[in-house]
């Protein structure tokens, strides 16, 4: 995964910025938050004056991450992830709490439920969703494990509001899952 400079930003998502900072300044439970922001998030989706060229190139290899903000408090993080068709994450869950908005395209997300299996654990298929554009979710762990993919034919560009500084971690993801996989 390729973390770049964020190129120059826009009046939009400087607005956004604006807008996810006085959510989270409010200083209230994670769960609470995500869906604040969320709400904020989703009404910039789709306006073709959020993201620069430079903010929705994909990487040929995977799926790539543009980081678009990191509050210099470390409270939260914006980025862009461009995703090719057929592009997928591994099995994985977050540090903080997160809130994901299709800005173009369709994400398709499966997830995860963690159970016991003996001496070890495997996982179990619990949902399939497809975010189309505009689309929002948020969450925040425990109980975020999932694995996104563009399953569409077109380039998907999602939007991905963090409880954490992604510059300084170079990632949100906590820890990926290896395990043996119940699926559908």
Known sequence: MTTPTAPPTTARLDELIGDVRE???????????AYLVGERLAAHLGAGDLLTE?????????????????????????VALVW????????????????????????SERRY????????ARLVATEDVVNAQGDVCGFAPPGDI?????????????????????????????????LPAHEF
């Open 54 to 78: 430079e903010q929705c190139e994909s990487d040929p290899e995977r799926y790539r991450q543009h980081i678009l903000h990191a509050e210099p408090d470390g409270s939260f993080s914006v």
């Open 146 to 178: 999932h694995r996104v993919r563009n399953a569409g034919s077109s380039t998907a560009v999602s939007v991905h509001v963090y409880g954490a500084d992604v510059s300084r971690l170079g990632s949100s993801v906590r820890r990926v899952y290896d």
């Open 84 to 107: 090719l068709p057929g592009q997928q994450t591994c099995i994985h869950d977050h540090v903080s709490w997160c809130v994901t908005g299709v800005h173009q395209g369709t994400e």
């Open 113 to 120: 439920r963690l159970v016991p299996d003996g001496p070890t």
């Open 23 to 33: 959510a989270v300044g409010r200083g209230l439970p994670p769960d609470t938050t």
